[in-house]
């Protein structure tokens, strides 16, 4: 470049600029509306060939899905299988990428300048980086300045491009058209914002950027009303649903986890466990869900625990798409607008974010095999929906419809793949479901994600009553099952008595080729949720019949959330989500984990004893090895006021045992006692720490044998300065054993209860009351009159040669 071109440059940035300033915040909102409203309208005229699920066949199915006219065009004047944007796309961010895909894999070094793009009014956008994505076929291209809204923009792909196979690709044009939506209302970390002119338009209103905000929340979008911190407290006393009172009649409840823990916090969610049937069938395997509050702010807290109800990790959280991924892996946090996957020691590995400008959504996260994430994304773009369907409740001149977006990204931030229902369902407007609602149309409501086990895409589309199969590979929507009516569906359902499903979740292909998915049941049938498998079946390569194989009805009303996975052995995992309106006794969560066999017969349910819910529940393995230290402390808050060690390891599950050590110093190594790991806390009575200055340590014994990360080492409170069970209570300096009299007490001989080998005084009790272990002569742990844990209760003192009463 010339010394005179490079002293233009800052000018010729400056111009666009100022024609940023001309074409995009020179119009008001209701001028956005319009403008999009018509790029829809002219897109639907100019391309009347455009469908969605196209070709009806016998019976008035849908024989083949088709493929739309963007992708035809492509395949049909391009040597490529996919690209983003597609030829003629309509309401393209202008933050898009540029990707590209030919059939084979093709040279790096060949794509380097071969993408040449041109705004319509941000003139040349050529200069970027340009490379090949992980995949060696996907030419991925991000120009240095973004586009302005309202242009077109036109593509000119050079000739050179090689596969390996050494075949030179075409040369190839085509062109797209930005969308009018601001650029205030885009996720951009770059993003200057634009003064407001005297008309106010200058950028978008307030009372639409709330709106945008508002769309984050599913819930808010679904038009589930949140209840008051007074309600959820008047609720939290009703421990049972109406479903649950058949069920608990002839099963047993109990709160978990134990009462008796003193580690975990005191925000710790509990549950109601109600074993119904034999919990030696229930599937292998930990629960990873999230507790989901009705009222705001909304505080949760995501929880891995066992099919009991014993906690095994837990942390602050929001998370509702909080699972286990394929490697080993956990999607555990959001942080801004990414969301981050952790490894089994529960250190960050990475994140994903949207790209081109969107903001994720929260329903789903799929971690593919390869690495990438697959992301759902509600594209809100502003219309006069009035112009392209009046008909439809609630249409405005001025509507938020939000469209889905499917990305596939990179931990690097690169969108390697994207789809559109603004480019593949046309039509969706007169397919959808919903009604406009708070002046936004959610036309698709997307809500689960999965990869096929041939890799392609499936997703769960709520608002159309539809499952989708898209093609990874190119874009093409293969199938669709469902829909509002029987020839919207590619098809014939047969055996379902529902006839179809609707409002469902969770959609899923098994590597058996069942379709399972948690029918909501919002409009059909019995009106309750249930949790169904369908067998695909075909007829000349064609979609013929989805038929229902099996199916468990939960008697439930689940207007919203909720899940369902077939387990390996036949077994099925349910979250039941929430109902819409309270149930008889004030509560509209259901169980959020219901689990039974493969003959229907239910085994286990467990739900949360406040007016909380679940998003779903996922039951997996997992293995965690947690690079914090065990959590030990000191805690009297007991029935006998006895001294008590509380130790347990938050997201550790590899412990076989622990092993405790004391001593008179701060480095114990005297062997007080090793104890089995059976539930996520366990203790031991230390009285005669009360006494002695005495320090504790525990160590979690691996199951291979070898010593993990040990605990810190505490001190007793006869070391002064000890708080108790957090510092909520302090211990005094002598324990008197429930009943007996303190002058009796003060002239007892002195167990000792530390260390050493102690000879059972009754070897063949079970348990014994302090009574009778005083009549033996021998000292007695205070405690239920149980042996506990391995613990012996009652032994010979090693002190005196008397008797020990109580202590």
């Known amino acids: 470049m010339a010394k005179d071109d490079h002293a233009a440059a800052p000018l010729l940035h400056l111009s666009a600029l100022l024609c940023l300033f001309c074409c995009a915040s020179g119009i008001t909102d209701a001028e956005v509306a319009n403008r999009n409203a018509d790029q829809v309208l002219n897109y639907l005229k100019n391309h009347a060939g455009a469908v969605t699920s196209l070709r009806s066949g016998k019976g008035g199915r849908l024989r083949t899905n088709g493929t739309a006219t963007a992708l035809r065009e492509l395949w049909e004047t391009t040597p490529f299988r996919y690209a983003h944007p597609l030829p003629n796309a309509l309401l393209v961010s202008p933050y898009t990428s540029i990707a590209l895909r030919p059939a084979g894999w093709v040279a790096p070094w060949s794509v380097k300048g071969k993408i040449k793009v041109r705004g319509e009014q941000s003139g040349d956008r050529s200069q970027g980086q340009t490379r090949l994505l992980p ?4 030419i991925w291209f991000k120009p240095d300045r973004d586009f302005f809204p309202g242009e077109r923009v036109f593509v000119d792909v050079r000739s050179g491009i090689r596969t390996r196979v050494g075949k030179v690709l075409p040369a190839a044009q085509w062109s797209f058209s930005v969308s009018w939506r601001k650029i205030d209302t885009y996720r951009n970390k770059g993003f200057i914002k634009l003064s407001t002119d005297g008309n106010g338009a200058g950028f978008s209103s307030p009372e639409n950027l709330k709106l945008l905000k508002m769309m984050r929340d599913n819930d808010w979008l679904l038009g589930l009303p949140s209840v008051s911190a007074n309600a959820t407290d008047r609720a939290a006393t009703a421990l049972r649903t109406e479903y649950l009172l058949e069920v608990e009649d002839r099963g047993r409840s109990r709160i978990v986890p134990n009462s008796a823990y003193r580690t975990l916090p005191s925000t710790y969610p509990r549950a109601i ?15 990873f869900t999230t507790e989901i509050s009705h009222s705001k702010p909304y505080k949760t807290m995501q929880v891995i625990m066992t099919d009991r109800g014993d906690p095994v990790y837990y942390e602050k959280g929001t998370l509702a798409s909080f699972a286990p991924t394929h490697n080993g892996e956990v999607i555990l946090r959001s942080s801004g607008y990414k969301i981050k996957k952790a490894g089994p020691d529960y250190r960050l590995t990475g994140g994903y974010e949207a790209g081109h400008g969107h903001v994720l959504n929260h329903h789903e996260l799929r971690v593919t095999k390869s690495g990438t994430a697959l992301l759902i994304i509600y594209d809100p773009q502003l219309m006069n929906s009035k112009k392209i369907r009046a008909d439809v409740w609630g249409a405005s001149t001025s509507t938020w419809v939000a469209g889905l977006c499917i990305q596939e990204v990179l931990t690097t931030g690169e969108v390697m793949f994207e789809w559109r229902s603004w480019d593949h369902l046309p039509r969706v407007y007169w397919e959808t479901n919903m009604s406009v609602e708070h002046n936004v149309w959610d036309l698709t409501h997307a809500n689960s994600l999965d990869e096929s086990p041939e890799g392609n895409i499936i997703v769960s589309l709520r608002g159309l009553q539809q499952v989708a199969k898209i093609n990874r590979n ?26 179809v499903f609707s409002g469902q979740h969770d959609a899923r292909i098994t590597k058996q080729g069942l379709l399972t998915m948690f029918d909501n049941s919002v409009r059909t049938g019995s009106r309750t949720a249930r949790a169904v498998d369908y067998a695909l079946e075909w007829e000349d390569d064609s979609p013929a019949i989805a038929r229902q194989v099996s199916v468990f009805n939960t008697g439930v009303s689940a207007f919203a959330k909720g899940s369902y996975r077939r387990m390996p052995n036949g077994n099925r995992v349910m979250c039941l989500g929430m109902r819409l309106t309270a149930d008889k006794h004030g509560r509209r969560g259901n169980p959020f984990y219901l689990e039974t066999d493969e003959g229907n017969n239910t085994l286990v349910m467990m739900r949360w004893a406040r007016e909380t819910h679940s998003y779903r529940v996922i039951k997996a393995p997992w293995v965690g090895l947690p690079p914090y230290k065990p959590t030990v402390l000191f805690d009297v808050n007991n029935k006998y006021r006895s001294l008590r060690l509380h130790f347990s390891w938050n997201g550790a599950t590899e412990v076989a045992k622990w092993r405790v050590l004391e001593g008179p110093t701060d480095e114990p190594s005297d062997f007080l006692i090793e104890m089995a790991k059976t539930q996520f806390e366990h203790w031991i009575e230390v009285n005669e720490g009360v006494r002695q200055c005495l320090y504790y340590q525990v160590v979690p014994i691996g ?44 002239a007892a001989p002195r167990c000792n209860l530390m260390g050493g080998r102690k000879v059972d005084c009754a070897p063949e009790r079970l348990s014994i009351t302090a009574d009778e272990c005083a009549a033996r002569g021998c000292c007695f742990v205070a405690s239920a009159g149980k042996t506990i844990q391995g613990l012996i209760r009652c032994y010979q003192p090693r002190e005196n040669g008397g008797r020990g009463l109580g202590w």
């Open 135 to 138: 995949d060696n076929r996907t």
């Open 273 to 287: 466990l109600t074993r119904v049937g034999d919990t030696s069938k229930l599937s292998s395997g930990y629960l």
């Open 703 to 746: 199951k291979n044998g070898t010593e993990m990360r040990p605990s810190d080492v505490v001190k007793s409170p006869a070391c002064g300065g000890g708080a108790l069970g957090k510092g909520k209570k302090r211990v005094k300096a002598f324990i008197r054993p429930p009943g007996l009299p303190e002058a009796q007490a003060q």
């Open 474 to 499: 190119t874009g093409r929507v293969e199938w669709r099952l469902g829909g509002r009516r029987p020839e919207l569906s590619s098809f014939k359902i047969k055996d379902d008595p529902n006839g």
